[in-house]
């Protein structure tokens, strides 16, 4: 049983890294690579490609955000005290990127859709710097998120390091005894 146990605890802890790790990765990528690509090409080009990603994103990056929120907050359950609340808090901003992705970004996204086959309106460029301060914020929120849930999985690991006997209980007892006095003598 406890193996069990133990084996849900490292599987929760990895889950609490890996799935907001790639959602702070993905909108990482997106900020770093993908905006300065849309910036550097045409706009037909950019309204079209746009376009493409977001129908594949859609049910990838809500799936992502979805199993990130999920994840911080198991964690969150199944810790006490600060890390409860940090997970808490790392959960919480996964949520608020989910808001803003929602509420920001995917309200644009379907006028650009609009535009990739039609004209885009004369402040298309402010519609366009919206979305980006959107994404930017998404992606710090993801970012925030994923780095307090390293604090909280690496601090529980050297938490456990350092709580846990790291000799044998026989150097456990002898652990403040004189070395010479500890040592078998001979006969």
């Not at 799936?63 to 990130?68: D, N, T």
């Not at 885009?120 to 929120?141: K, M, N, Q, V």
Request: proline residues 5%.
């Amino acid at each position: 049983m406890e193996g069990r146990v133990v084996m849900v605890a490292k599987s929760v802890r990895a889950a609490a890294l890996l799935f907001p790790g790639l959602l702070a990765g993905a909108f990482g990528y997106g900020a770093v690579n993908v905006l300065y690509a849309f910036r550097a090409v045409p706009l037909d080009v950019r309204f079209t490609f746009h376009t493409a990603l977001m129908r594949v994103n859609g049910l990838v990056m809500q799936s992502l955000m979805g199993l990130a929120a999920v994840s911080a907050l198991t964690l969150a359950v199944r810790s006490k005290g600060r890390s409860r609340w940090v997970s808490s808090g790392a959960g919480v901003l996964v949520f608020a990127a989910f808001v803003v992705t929602r509420f920001g970004n995917v309200p644009i996204n379907q006028r650009i859709k609009q535009w990739a086959v039609g004209t885009p309106p004369s402040d298309y460029a402010e519609i366009l710097r919206r979305w980006e301060l959107f994404h930017f914020t998404r992606t710090g929120l993801a970012l925030a998120a994923f780095v307090l849930l390293v604090a909280v999985v690496v601090g529980s690991a050297n938490g456990r390091a350092s709580s846990a006997p790291s000799r044998s209980p026989r150097a456990e007892q002898l652990v403040g005894q004189d070395l010479d006095s500890a040592a078998p003598r001979p006969s």
